[in-house]
């Protein structure tokens, strides 16, 4: 459903990714693991539209959106929850959840988007008129996805969200996302957590100084000795 084509990019001189290449299906949960620096965080920027590619293509849905502005690559389907979230400590729950709803592609959905994200998270039904920055970091991120879920996104863009959760909320996120890419969404996952993102990925991929340097399903990533090595040490 995406397809990512030799990407580049750059920050001045220093090139922070070079000819990537990957793609996420419909219903296809993909995870790139990679460590500090290795160009995570750029490669989904690019995706969002956030940093421009110097070189090659991001294709959606047959649409190539690679010079997009931010906001149309949403109206094409493609939600990107970043790193440290991006939501609005002052407003409550609810404001964050809505403010989702406000490209044109999602505002007809509003109402069923709100219930399937209250069915996902059950916590935040409870606390829609709570103030955001009182609650937990585990909580924050669910009001994070749940607001990228309201843009009603075909394929969604994750940066490292399990980083600063406890070990059980951290297991509890991943089952939510095994569970919406259950429904049919594609989900292009960012982590430095191997261990639990390669229980619930499809398939994977290794980046390393802006390079893509392996690839393959996630039970042969978790089997391999050289993932195992280098990525599954300390998780
Ligand atoms: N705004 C920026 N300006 C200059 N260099 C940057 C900027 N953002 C990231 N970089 C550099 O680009 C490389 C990739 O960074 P990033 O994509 O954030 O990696 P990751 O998310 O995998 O930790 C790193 O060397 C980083 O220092
Ligand atoms: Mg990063």
Redesign the pocket.
Known sequence: MIEISSVSAS??K?Q??DGVSLNVGRGELVVIL??????????L?VIGGLVPALSGRVVMAGNDITAMPAHAIVEAGVALVP?GRGIFGEMTVRENLLLGAFPARARAGEARNLDLVLGLFPRLKERLAQTVRTMSGGEQQMVAIGRALMTSPDILLL??PSLGLSPIMCKELFQILARIRDAGLGILL?EQNAKQSLKIADRGYL?ES?RIVGEGAGAALKADPAVQRDYLGAG
Not at 34 to 43: C, P
């Open positions: 920050y001045g220093h922070a990714l990679g460590a500090n620096g290795a160009g995570k965080t750029t490669l920027k790193e940066d490292e960012v980046i802006g």
